[in-house]
């Protein structure tokens, strides 16, 4: 018969099989224990068999020993269901020498039961804490993974700029050197035709002395003076021709606007898209004027149209860095949005003959390339030449989406 110094383990293993039956979903206990999970107490002639259990089922005895600590079972118990470095040692001079008093079980089973519900809701909640960690630790290496793309572009935008920077240094000192030099050979060039006009007056003048006392100019003279007027005539050819290369202005390589990039996780279709780019500092919003209202409100008055897009604008400016510049097709009726303006909303209309399709997409290359530039339409010919321009380019719909 199996020592009492095992009684709380084969106690505990009854309340691990009682438990694990009624769990959801159930856990069978091992075969040979099914008959005795009727006992409230195993009787001495079923712990032999229980004991048994333990020591071949090692599912079986995973799970008592997940449930047991030395205060439960006692030591022997322990070491009987953990099995470390030489428990067969120690449990054997524990069984011989029986010198540790022999623990009794007297706690029932459910007592057994109530702190195995404990352990386990214990377990679960621990397991839900550490799901819940590892979807936040899951988030936040996204959002480091997007900051470390982010600052990476923008470093590169930065090298641009100042490779760019430095180049437009090196143009203008190139430029200032260029203009000094030609104004040193407009300065020669003065110089030279005062000293022939200086020239034709003296020999003007000694002509006219000569033919007034009767005499002649020799053909000597003649050769040298027109010797002199033929290498100044070559010489000034030089200073001219020097004056065309100087005034040629030198191909500079001009910088181009570049669309900002979509941002990870952005589909530059939605509204989000939309939202993100109107909140950038300083961005310039073209808004194609009809395109967006007719598609909203078509059933409306013109002048109803667009005072509802001045007003929605006016919203939208009131809380971001960015302003609006909007083109109707048409002569100017008068004074129109002039509450707009003082709210970042400027109201315009396009000259007579001139579409605003062409003021909008005009207007991307004339604004400060310094400053981002978003065009809002629904046109395909604007939505092309913005973007061939470097702007970023949304739909009419997603700046309906964001008035609405």
């Known amino acids: 018969m199996a020592s009492s110094l095992f009684d709380p383990l084969l106690d505990l293993a009854l309340a691990v099989a009682k438990k694990g039956k009624k769990a959801k979903p159930p856990i069978p206990p091992p075969a040979r224990l099914v008959p ?67 623990i009794t079980s007297s706690a029932p089973s459910k007592k057994l039961e109530h702190q195995l519900d404990v352990a386990d809701r214990a377990r679960q909640r621990a397991e839900a804490e550490l799901a819940e960690a590892t979807s936040q630790l899951d988030a936040a290496e996204a959002l480091a993974a997007e900051a470390t793309s982010e600052r990476d572009t923008l470093r590169v935008e930065r090298d641009e700029l100042a490779a760019s920077n430095t180049e437009l240094a090196e143009q203008r000192h190139r430029a200032v050197a260029e203009l000094k030099r030609t104004e040193e050979i407009m300065a020669r060039h003065i110089a030279e035709r005062k000293r022939l006009e200086a020239l034709v007056e003296t020999m003007t003048a000694a002509q006219l002395s000569t033919t007034a006392v009767g005499g002649a100019v020799s053909d000597e003279e003649v050769r040298l003076a027109v010797d002199v007027l033929e290498g100044s ?80 604008l006016c919203a939208i400016a009131a809380r971001v860095s960015a302003t609006f510049d909007v083109v109707f097709d048409g002569a100017d009726v008068g004074a129109v949005g002039g509450a707009g303006r003082d709210r970042g909303v400027r109201i315009r209309f396009s000259p007579d003959g001139v579409e605003a399709d062409d003021v909008i997409i005009d207007a991307v290359g004339s604004t400060d390339q310094s400053r981002p530039v978003t065009v809002v339409s629904s046109d395909k010919r604007v939505r092309a030449g913005a973007a061939s321009s470097g702007a970023n380019v949304i739909s009419s719909a997603q700046l309906i989406d964001l008035l609405a």
């Open 36 to 102: 005795m999970l009727k006992f409230a107490k195993l009787p001495d002639k079923a712990k032999d068999a229980v004991l048994d259990v333990l020591n071949t089922d090692d599912e079986f005895r995973a799970r008592v020993a997940e449930a047991a600590d030395e205060k439960t079972v006692g030591r022997t118990g322990l070491a009987y269901v953990e099995r470390g470095d030489g428990w067969e040692r120690f449990v054997n001079q524990m069984l011989e020498a029986a010198d540790e008093p022999i």
């Open 233 to 312: 005539i070559a010489n000034m050819a030089d200073q001219l021709s020097s004056l065309r290369r100087a005034a040629t202005p030198e191909r500079v390589p001009v910088a181009r606007r570049v669309a900002l990039p979509v941002p990870h996780g952005l589909v530059d279709s939605s509204v989000d898209y939309a939202e993100y780019l109107l909140s950038i500092p300083n961005m310039t919003v073209l808004v194609d004027g009809y395109n967006v209202t007719k598609l909203a409100h078509d059933d409306w008055e013109l002048e109803r149209q667009r005072d509802w897009l001045e007003q929605g």
